[in-house]
């Protein structure tokens, strides 16, 4: 399939390339990455269909109402009416707002002359349920005409149950404020994922690739090491997913997530979905897991899945105390995992394999999964 803005938006770096050659061209390159541990990488898990995957996009749009990403380095919009990666009701809610901003002369913002309403539009899809969130980001907290605005959208467009407006004035790269009005539903959507339901809201973490997420949780689950009366954290756990699907397996789950939203999206799928030997914290993963050492708290399996940057040297020394007979370790950027790896085995955690899926066909990225044991248990 021929991507018609050309990698212009800088989003697929191997639209171009067959999709077996580019399992096979990630594969070589990150088998490198771990090449010191002497380690068994398997071959990455690919999509059998790589398109239409995304499940989450922010666009802005310019001056002639065409949506689109910003070019590389710049300012300039590449319009996308047609993004290989987003699934077609994507792309129709975005037709649709296109209308509905041009008829209702919605300002777009000027960055330069720093004026005007419109910044951006996130959509985020629930591909199980087909339920769809629109998010309007806006520079100032008005908004005329809404109440007709989103009767019109959800009238052509059935499949969007909320739209919510966030109010973001300040001139820095971060799309979303934490400022918000709900316009229309509840302010999320439902999805389910590994026969579980997830309310997802506008700000919460959520995985972008529905069918490769269930193939990456899967392993977790296989990894698992499961004893009577074991309590297992799930560090960095978003709105709760990887804790909860877990949750059938072990005795207890104890979850930890930085962002409010998302752990307040966590409290709520515990309920929606009875699940009751799960906890959540609202925290730093480092400075919760600083307490658990404190209150000298039992752990006997850690599953962590920090954001691109990794975790901290605080993190795996607290591990060290707490002793756990394995951590599984969840990465969206091996880059960052292996200098992570290297301070586990330091303190006495080994592996033997790495497995590495393909969460975003047709860029360079991978995720991947490395089981470490306590070499001592
Ligand atoms: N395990 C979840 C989320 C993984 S993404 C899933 O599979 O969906 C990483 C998550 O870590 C995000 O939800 C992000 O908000 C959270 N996060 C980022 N920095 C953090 C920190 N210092 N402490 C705790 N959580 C953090």
């Given at each position: 399939m021929n991507c018609q803005v050309n990698k212009k938006c800088g989003?697929?770096?191997?639209?171009?390339?067959k999709y077996d050659k580019q399992l096979q061209l990630k594969y070589e390159e990150y088998k490198d990455i771990y090449k010191d541990f002497h380690v068994k990488i398997y071959p990455i898990q690919g999509m059998k269909n790589p398109y239409g995957y995304r499940n989450k996009v922010i666009v802005a749009f310019n001056k002639k109402y065409e949506y689109g990403l910003y070019e590389e380095n710049s300012h300039r919009i590449v319009p996308i009416q047609k993004c290989l990666l987003h699934d077609q009701e994507t792309h129709d809610v975005l037709n649709r707002l296109q209308l509905l901003f041009k008829k209702n002369r919605i300002s777009i913002y000027d960055s330069k002359r720093k004026?005007?309403?419109?910044?951006h539009v996130l959509i985020r899809r629930a591909v199980s349920t087909n339920q769809t969130l629109v998010v309007l980001v806006v520079n100032e907290p008005m908004f005329k005409g809404s109440k007709r605005f989103c009767q019109e959208l959800t009238n052509k467009?059935?499949?969007?149950?909320s739209v919510v407006l966030n109010i973001n004035s300040r001139q820095t790269s971060v799309v979303l404020s934490k400022n918000e009005k709900v316009?229309?539903?509840?302010g999320f959507i439902v999805d389910e994922l590994c026969g579980l339901t997830f309310k997802i809201s506008a700000q919460s973490f959520y995985q972008i690739n529905h069918s490769q997420c269930e193939k990456l949780y899967q392993k977790v689950i296989d990894l698992l090491d499961v004893k009577k009366e074991d309590t297992i954290l799930d560090t960095y756990c978003g709105i709760g997913t990887i804790g909860m699907v877990v949750s059938k397996y072990v005795d207890h789950v104890i979850g930890v997530e930085l962002n409010k939203e998302a752990y307040k999206d966590a409290l709520n799928n515990g309920k929606m979905n009875r699940i009751e030997n799960i906890k959540f914290y609202n925290d730093d993963a480092t400075e919760f897991m600083k307490k658990q050492v404190a209150l000298n708290q039992k752990v006997d399996g850690v599953i962590m899945d920090p954001p691109r940057a990794g975790s901290t040297k605080e993190f795996i020394h607290a591990i060290q105390v707490l002793n756990p007979r394995y951590v599984i370790y969840v990465s969206c950027d091996p880059h960052t995992q292996v200098n992570d790896l290297k301070e586990f085995q330091k303190i006495g955690y080994s592996f033997k394999d790495v497995y590495l899926y393909d969460m975003f066909p047709h860029t360079q990225h991978v995720e991947s999964i490395v089981l470490l044991s306590n070499v001592e248990k």
């Open positions: 989003s697929c770096q191997y639209i171009e390339m004026r005007g309403l419109l910044k467009c059935p499949t969007v149950k316009l229309y539903g509840k």
